[in-house]
């Protein structure tokens, strides 16, 4: 049993009758009250409390959750599950540092129906709360394994297999440099929801409990925030990913979900929070270039240079990619000078080109330079000698003049950098900082164990944010080989797709070059090189093909690839923007506050208030809720408009410094009676079961079948697009969906008599 507070009953209730009016009074004024608070013990500990804060709060900033503060020894006057549902504290408690109070008034909320979420709980005063009697902290910790049916709220979104176990450090890694992480002896009252596992793969215990008690639910952690979220991104996480790219690696974001999920089964489903995308719909892709050989930038055997190829196929899919340019102009024992200002203004005047920072040479060492002097100029640079002011300061200089000079005009900022081989640098981020640079992608999503973005950290340490954003990259073409591109291109959709199930963005990367791209090592991509062996059929069309002249046989593999890729989340409405853009739409978002969310479960309504904190209006800022929902007012003093789509609904422009406060009506409206609102029915006006093969948006029951452009008709277009893919199917890189008019996955002679049937036709 819990301890009572050691007070006579009479006196103890005479104290807390005033404090149960005012909470009576404050659950009727915010009944239904949305938002998270954290506990921030954080800052009570005597060690330095930076980091615990930092990674709960990048956690919960990640996904939009709102949130308010309050010191966790405050806590024991007592906290009102109706304002706030869900309490998460930020750091570990420790054999005595939770007061009586303190601990009873947790018990309370639980037993009024809140949910906590705690970690690593050593003291036994609390323990018996989650159902636990004592916890045993290991260095032996190497993997964990969520029980994901034990609580299928809390893991709703946890669909992949890498998402229900997780890695939290290389079995190599040396365990006295690892982080303690904790497992439980529990009693009847605990539900194990994951367990850890050590070196050997043996199980050490259990590590996620839940216990229900009263109306409400407590959860016990035995991993750190600090250890599951702040160390990936920092670069220090012990090589606990698994991957390098083009698979999916949550590591951390699969704690970012069970944040999620601890908010979805606070609220009975009845949630709000930010969405991580700049509309409505649940990815973006980003598309990026590295200019980093000198094919990309000069014309030789493979014809002219390979990034103006790359610029035309930008303005031929009308889309803005990022180029990483590397300014070397010098001849060293890697490679000859290959910066060409000239060949950059060309492909300027192709398409828009958003230019961003590869460093000066691309150097093997760069992970280990001096940092070097912030004073650095072009002049100064010494190849022999070289630091990574060096690299970062003289490549954005050397971009800056040089193309402003042939284009005759001043630059966007370059504002956008990438390192060469992805080397890091621990005083990278700063030294970006210092430089002027706003956006970095040298992290991937594998090595940060995210792939959301994210503040950069002075000296990747945990006491002090930087003004850099990272973006993660998530796809590159490592394993793209000339003879069979397809297999990748599928494995970059799939990843998308997994992506896009947990809203994070997709960064794409490929080189304007020839060959494949492995870093120096040949087995550093994520398939196996068996996966890469060409089919014979493969390899004899894509040999005829270089000897009709139809195909560099270098470098179009990347560009078909590529164009296949676009193609595939353009189809699918998914955004295609630059990184810039991108960074633009996370600083906007990260200066907006969920002021007030609320649900009135006699209306069936949500009112929600925000506001823009930062200097200009904020584009693009997407409110995600628990239910589907029409927008059914809008209060502000500035001009505000907001659309629904489903459980998301869009702002055009939240003005700085002016609260808005939406009211969003829960949507019921079935006119089909498929069980499916119309908000979110891919096809409101027939009766299906949602089908939506090609991910465009229009379920197949609504689309007029033959109509392969979308564009309401059936004609010569449609003919000549599905010729463009006969004979292909869904192995290749030039597969396309919306021509696979009969689903099978192969492009033939039943999509051309299905397009023959309905030629003519009009929606």
Known sequence: MLRRLPLDAAFKLLLALPLALCAAEAAQAQLGGLKALVLDRASEQSEDPAGRIMALDHGLEAMGIPHDLLPFSDAAAGIDPAVHPLVLINSHLEQGEVSPTVRDALEQYVRDGGTLFAIQVQDTTLLPLFGADAETRTRDAFWIDFATAADPALFSRHDHPNERTIRLADPGFVAENFDWVGYYEINEDATVLATLRGIDGSPKGPCLLRRDLGAGRAYLFGATYFTTLLRGEAGRDAEAQRIFVNELEPG??????????????????????LHTQPGTQDTSLIVSHDWDSFDAFHPGEWGEPIALRFARMHRDLGIQATNFLTTKWFTDADSPAYWDAGLVCDAAAETPLPLGSHSVGHRTDFADLPVGSRETTCADYDPEAATVNDEVRCSRERIETDVSACLGAALPPVDSFRSGKLLWPPALPQELEAAGYRYDASRSGPDSLTYYPYRLTVDSAFSEETEVIEVPLALDDVDLAPGDPGRVVQQWRQTARDLAANGAPVVLLVHPSRGRNDYGDPESGT????????????????????????INPDAEFKIEA??????????????????????????ARESVTLVRAEFDSTEER?????????????????????????????????????????????????????????????AAADADGDGTVDGCDVCPTVSDDQADYDGDGIGDRCELRGDVDGTGRVNGVDLARLAGAFGIDDTHPRYDPACDLDRNGAIDGGDLAILAAEFGNVR
């Open 252 to 273: 951390g974001d699969a704690v970012r979900l069970l944040l999620l999920g601890a908010l979805d089964r606070a609220t009975g489903g009845h949630s709000a929070r």
């Open 527 to 550: 398939l196996a090189r068996s996966r890469r062996i060409v089919a014979a059929t493969t390899a004899l069309e894509h040999q005829a093909r270089q000897q009709a002249g139809e």
């Open 606 to 666: 949500y009112v929600v208030v925000l506001r823009n904190d930062g200097p200009a209006g904020a584009t693009g800022i997407t409110l995600e809720l628990g239910d589907p929902v029409v927008v059914s007012g809008v209060d502000s003093t500035a001009p505000v408009a907001a659309q629904a789509a489903c459980r998301r609904v869009r702002l055009d422009l939240l003005p700085p410094g002016i609260p808005v406060t939406l009211t969003l009506t829960v």
């Open 562 to 587: 590529q164009q296949s890729f676009i193609r595939f989340a353009q189809g699918r409405q998914w955004p295609v923007m630059d990184l810039r853009s991108y960074g633009e739409f996370w600083r």
